[in-house]
């Protein structure tokens, strides 16, 4: 990808005044700011009119930038080297000493970390002299943006500037790994838990529904459309939208597919800009196929749940 240095130089100039921008990244894009100013990560909420009680991940160029923030690990020196940069969050201890906003953590001694993988956000982040606070650049509860026009529709021009990336290769967020004491999926994503586990050697716990918000992705409406979602159906009703999870031979107008094979990788990256779509096309619902509850498949029914709590 050809990277356009008088963009990444404006975007600089508007992160280091504590203003809010719009990146890419290979999951998702994000609303972008400085995680060491109060002041910007305030922004970033306002912006998205997202609950306080919801953290923020922060993104860093590589490891050698976290050292004064977070305690390292032998678990995230295995993964990071193994995966970073790429679509794993690590949660892991923050240091006393950080500056990292308590805005940001939501006054936790914990911080959810990222290395994105996009080349144009690490060609940023090299630049800066601080992390980003960076969730997806969506309103809250809302679908999440995989394209600088699905930022521009949500954000208007109430964003100072979104940083042209075009489609994430991946369209879908990071998985999220706890990792201060026995390894703990909190959110399902980009990332299939099988490959970390080979990594680790052990089997690894899923909590992604907690009792209590510990990290982004687990609030229970989340990445919906704005219209209900039925699951696992077969027999769609009247001005209802039917996502597919591949091609059929016979298609009709209201048919959405996600693949054209059944792919699940591509099936996630399509998820969201389909979700798009359909509400565009004004349809009153959608009715979701049964999506195989594997790999990535997982990932796909965990948004597609939290979607139909509309």
């Known amino acids: 990808m ?17 203003e809010c ?21 305030k922004k970033i ?16 160029y590589n490891y050698k930038k976290l050292r004064k923030d977070c305690n390292f690990n032998a678990n995230f020196l295995k993964l990071y080297k193994r995966f970073c940069p790429g679509p794993i969050t690590f ?18 001694n914990t911080l959810a970390v990222r290395f994105p993988k996009h080349p144009i ?3 940023l982040l090299k ?9 997806s650049a969506n309103l809250s509860s809302k679908v999440s943006a995989v ?35 026995k390894p703990k999926i909190l959110r399902l994503g980009g990332l299939d838990i099988s490959i970390i586990q080979r990594e680790l050697k052990k089997k690894i716990i899923v909590n992604n529904n907690p009792s209590k918000i510990s990290v982004p992705g687990q609030l229970k409406l989340h990445y919906s459309p704005g219209i209900p979602i039925r699951l696992n159906v077969r027999k769609i009703k009247d001005e209802e939208a039917y996502l597919l999870i591949k091609k059929k031979k016979k298609i009709k107008p ?36 049964k999506i195989p509850n594997t790999g990535l498949g997982k990932t796909i029914n965990d948004r597609l749940i939290r979607a139909s709590k509309f």
Request: aromatic share 8%; charged share 30%; proline share 4%.
């Open 2 to 18: 050809r990277i356009n240095l008088a963009n990444i130089k404006k975007a600089k100039k508007l992160l280091n005044k504590s």
């Open 21 to 41: 921008v719009a990146i890419p990244t290979e999951t998702v894009y994000g609303l972008a700011a400085n995680a060491y100013s109060d002041r910007a990560c």
């Open 45 to 60: 909420f306002k912006l998205k009119k997202r609950p306080k009680n919801n953290p923020l991940i922060v993104h860093y």
């Open 91 to 108: 949660i892991l201890d923050l240091k006393k000493s950080s500056k990292i906003s308590k805005i940001t953590t939501n006054k936790k």
């Open 121 to 123: 956000a690490r060609n």
């Open 127 to 135: 630049e800066l002299k601080f992390p980003l606070a960076a969730p």
């Open 147 to 181: 394209s600088s026009s699905d930022v521009k529709e949500d954000f208007g021009k109430r964003i100072k500037y979104v940083l042209e990336g075009g489609k994430p290769s991946i369209g879908i967020e990071s998985t999220i790994i706890d990792l201060r004491n």
């Open 254 to 289: 209201n048919y959405y597919f996600l693949s054209k094979k059944g792919d699940l990788r591509e099936a996630a990256k399509n998820l969201y800009s389909t979700l798009r779509k359909i509400k565009k096309s004004k349809y009153k619902s959608i009715g979701v196929i």
